[in-house]
């Protein structure tokens, strides 16, 4: 069956502009995760949805960032204002619970200008 | 000082070879313990899933978990070209801690024909 699927692939934008990155989770897959890993870097944890809601937005490194889910599926995760230190690839995840397996989108690669 | 610590590397073996990653944990909550594979520009993929001490063998794939010690092992035998690509662990806590994981940051294997 299909996989998580992240879009865009990559995206280039300039200094100070808005971003939206999309991640479609597996069919039935209540939890969602979203991960920065910067180059050379393991995974930092940004926020995870059980269904819509976000029980668990600690990772968000400023209010610059915030995330969305709806209709317990697709979630878009937003980046105001972008900065340079910003480009990173940006990881979504989804398990069928917040305890079980989770698989990893192909991430989008930023690259803030 | 990071929760989970992971060998660097880059690790260089023979086709062949045994290899050994590590990774030491210092938040004693942790009682779920992952090895990802993710190669190049693609999204990190689950290899192993263990929940208490001891050993647990997939294939040519061994996790290693002795939590007394706050040591976790990933063995590959007979490595092949195809195993070189980064190698992350991760761990998360008990149910009710939220299902966030918390990665290292990744050992680089390449295995050389």
């Known amino acids: 069956g299909a996989g998580v699927s992240q879009s865009p692939s990559n995206k280039v934008t300039e200094k100070g502009k808005d971003v939206e990155l999309r991640c479609d989770p597996i069919?039935?897959?209540?939890?969602l995760y979203w991960y920065r890993q910067s180059l050379g870097q393991g995974l930092e944890f940004l926020i995870y949805?059980?269904?819509?809601?976000?029980?668990?937005k600690s990772g968000l490194p400023s209010d610059r960032f915030s995330a969305e889910r709806t209709g317990g599926s697709v979630s878009t995760l937003t980046i105001q204002r972008t900065q340079q230190e910003d480009s990173a690839v940006y990881l979504c995840?989804?398990?069928?619970?917040?305890?079980?397996?989770?698989?990893f989108g192909p991430g989008t690669r930023l690259l803030v200008l | 000082q990071k929760e989970v610590e992971q060998d660097p590397g880059p690790l260089s073996v023979p086709e062949g070879a045994i290899v050994s990653l590590n990774c030491t944990y210092s938040?004693?909550?942790?009682?779920?313990f992952m090895w990802y594979r993710q190669y190049s520009r693609k999204g990190p993929e689950l290899l192993m899933y263990?929940?208490?001490?001891g050993n647990k063998e997939d294939g040519r794939f061994t996790a290693q978990v002795d939590k007394s010690s706050k040591y976790i092992s990933l063995f590959i035998r007979d490595s092949q070209p195809s195993d070189s690509a980064t190698y992350l662990c991760?761990?998360?806590?008990?149910?009710?801690?939220?299902?966030?994981?918390?990665f290292g940051d990744g050992t680089t294997l390449t295995v050389k024909p």
């Open positions: 949805f059980q269904g819509n809601s976000a029980p668990d």
């Open positions: 263990t929940y208490s001490s």
């Open positions: 995840a989804s398990s069928q619970g917040q305890q079980e397996t989770q698989y």
């Open positions: 938040n004693s909550a942790f009682q779920y």
């Open positions: 991760a761990m998360r806590g008990a149910r009710g801690n939220a299902g966030k994981s918390t």
């Open positions: 069919s039935g897959h209540t939890a």
